[in-house]
């Protein structure tokens, strides 16, 4: 049944002779490869981006006791 399944899927997308397993190999290297250098870029981004969340954080922290600090000074 999983034979036919197979045979039937290759005859519908025109696969007439499968790739050798040394062609199959180096594709998958070579998409390892793109994923890995994908990944590295994705975490540089997300470290980068964690890294300005923070100093944004830090100046409405600075920003805000600033201003709570302003208004004591100021008489009423």
């Known amino acids: ?8 899927y290759f005859k519908d997308h025109g696969i007439t002779k499968l790739p050798s397993t040394k062609t ?3 594709e998958i290297q070579q998409l390892t490869s793109e994923k890995n250098a994908l990944y590295k870029n994705y975490r540089e981004k997300r470290d980068r ?5 923070r100093v944004r954080s830090n100046l409405e922290n600075i920003l805000g006791h600033k201003k709570e600090k302003r208004h004591e000074l100021i008489p009423s």
Do not use: I, P, R, T
């Open 1 to 8: 049944m999983l034979s036919n399944a197979a045979s039937k």
């Open 24 to 26: 199959l190999q180096s």
């Open 49 to 53: 981006v964690e890294e300005l969340e």
